[in-house]
């Protein structure tokens, strides 16, 4: 056990001790918040003092069917200290039911989470630690709970929020640029709304690539994300901060976005749940947007219950739950497209992992076949690609941050996307012209033109690829995350081999109106 299991041996085991009830404490809320300040900086000291002891048995979630899975390989076998993973994790739901029946304190909960983001600080993850707003909220939570106050769905629930979304008012929403370095919107996105307004608590932002543009998990502003399991591998793309902080343990579930993997890729190199929802699914307001065309906010949780609790809150219908069966279900293992994608094969890990999750839909009853064509189904708009190597189609990324930045108001800290791009250091601005210069020299009617030949392509593409499920009478398929194991970072040519190997499944199609996500395959470990 590492630093923070030190600490939970000591004070936080003492407090566990005491009345759930609170009958020991001040009645004053903000007594309450003073009290769990001390406990957490007990806890930050205590866990900067520990010595690290011998690495924890990785711990990811079971898998479970009955969903639209994109099976990832797990991360690397662990070879850091043990506190910066925990030995179980605990759900949503789990820390829900606590709170509610006050078999714990919210105070201590959210106490917890904030000793937990202090001993894993090595990590990256979070750039912006929300502690006054969260344990005054959770003071609030124990309050209503002794009163016997009807509570929200998520009340008093710690959750995490990727630095690129608005929300609680007062937080960074910078999206690693200097630009929007100290930007704080006094707005939620509607996402961040909904989940406010079910009780949840913001408890961090968490850290990102600029502009959510990048195949690793490198911030500009702050620093690269680590991936908990093993720092020398890549934690994911943009949404890396959320998925190495719910890897890590600090929270149960939270938000990330995805524009061509972002929300995917992360929990498949930090092995949670990252869950990609049908395009127009979430409201995409309160968000600075890569492509308004392929950008989705969406879940991230250790496991599969708790991506669907939020999405449940989000997008207002019932949980989704897991179904007594999958008798009578098809499933589809896309080979041809996985072997157009792996023409020298894939790691012994990779091949692993899609065999166990083709066996574990199986045992729940779902019939699993090989279904080729979808390799044609992808390419269904390949006349549109920006380049032959990249599945991409055209996209006016500045208009979509222009509508952004106006949409701020007067209050706004700059005006234009050319602004954004001025306070870029030179060698970081020559990426990102060519993706939010101004298209087509300002000639509206030639992005009109290209605009409409886009639609019209996608939404061939995604007739194409609903016609290939139907003929098939599939209802999902599986394949894994990546060919190879996660790329190291810090090596010759990073990048390159981040894209052709992370995003190498995950980039495709993000144009049509389908949902993807990615799962944990605990029995398969990386050598």
């Not at 690793?216 to 591998?233: E, F, K, Q």
């Not at 179904?323 to 890990?349: E, H, R, T």
């Not at 269904?380 to 991409?392: E, F, N, R, S």
Request: with cysteine; aromatic share 4%; net charge negative.
């Amino acid at each position: 056990m590492g630093a923070t299991g030190s600490v939970m041996a000591g004070t936080l085991v003492d407090e566990a001790a005491k009345p759930a009830d609170g009958s020991d404490v001040a009645e004053d809320p903000i007594a309450e918040v003073v009290r769990l300040r001390a406990l957490i900086k007990e806890a930050h000291k205590s866990a900067a003092d520990a010595e690290g002891e011998a690495p924890a048995t990785v711990a990811t979630s079971e898998e479970e069917p009955g969903t639209v899975a994109v099976p990832p390989v797990p991360p690397a076998q662990p070879a850091q200290p043990a506190q910066l993973v925990p030995d179980a994790y605990v759900s949503a739901s789990e820390i829900l039911r606590c709170v509610h029946s006050k078999e714990k304190a919210c105070v201590d909960v959210v106490g917890e989470a904030l000793a937990r983001i202090a001993a894993t600080s090595e990590i990256n993850a979070c750039i912006e630690v929300l502690a006054d707003s969260a344990l005054a909220k959770a003071a609030e939570v124990d309050a209503k709970i002794a009163a016997g106050e009807a509570l929200g769905q998520l009340e008093g629930l710690p959750i995490l929020i990727k630095c690129n979304i608005d929300g609680p008012p007062g937080s960074l929403t910078s999206a690693s640029t200097h630009a929007l370095a100290e930007w704080r919107p006094q707005t939620n996105a509607p996402c961040v709304a909904k989940l406010l307004e079910a009780g949840a608590i913001p408890i961090a932002k968490t850290n990102m690539p600029q502009l959510a543009v990048g195949v690793n998990a490198m911030s500009p502003l702050y620093g690269r994300t680590l991936n908990p399991h093993n720092l020398t591998v890549n934690a994911g793309a943009s949404s890396s901060g959320t998925a190495a902080a719910i890897a890590a343990g600090i929270a149960s579930c939270g938000l990330g976005s995805d524009t061509g993997g972002s929300l995917r890729i992360p929990a498949s190199c930090c092995g949670i749940v990252g869950v990609r929802p049908s395009r127009g699914r979430w409201p995409s307001g309160g968000v600075v947007p890569c492509s308004s065309l392929r950008d989705t906010v969406g879940p991230m949780g250790s496991c599969v219950a708790d991506a669907a609790l939020l999405d449940s809150v989000v997008s207002g219908e019932e949980v989704v739950t897991k179904p007594d069966s999958l008798s009578g279900v098809k499933i589809a293992i896309p080979q041809d497209w996985i072997s157009a994608m792996c023409p020298n094969g894939q790691s012994q890990a990779a091949t692993k992992a899609l065999e166990a999750a083709k066996v574990a839909f199986e045992a729940a009853g779902a019939e699993v076949l090989v279904v080729d064509g979808m390799n044609t189904v992808r390419q269904t708009a390949k006349d549109q690609w920006v380049m032959p190597v990249l599945p991409a189609v055209y996209e006016d990324c500045h208009a979509d941050l222009t509508a952004y930045l106006e949409g701020c108001g007067e209050g706004r800290p700059v005006a234009t996307v050319e602004d954004v791009l001025a306070a870029m250091p030179d060698e970081q601005r020559v990426k990102y012209v060519g993706l939010y210069g101004l298209k087509e020299e300002g000639d509206a009617e030639k992005i009109k033109v290209k605009i409409e030949k886009r639609d019209e392509a996608v939404a061939n593409m995604e007739a194409a690829y609903r016609e290939w499920f139907a003929s098939n009478g599939v209802s999902a398929m599986i394949l894994p995350a990546f060919a190879n194991e996660p790329t190291t970072i810090d090596i010759e040519g990073e990048a390159g081999k981040n894209f052709m190997n992370e995003f190498l499944f995950s980039f495709h199609m993000n144009e049509c109106r389908v949902p993807s996500m990615a799962i944990p395959i605990k029995s398969v470990k990386f050598p």
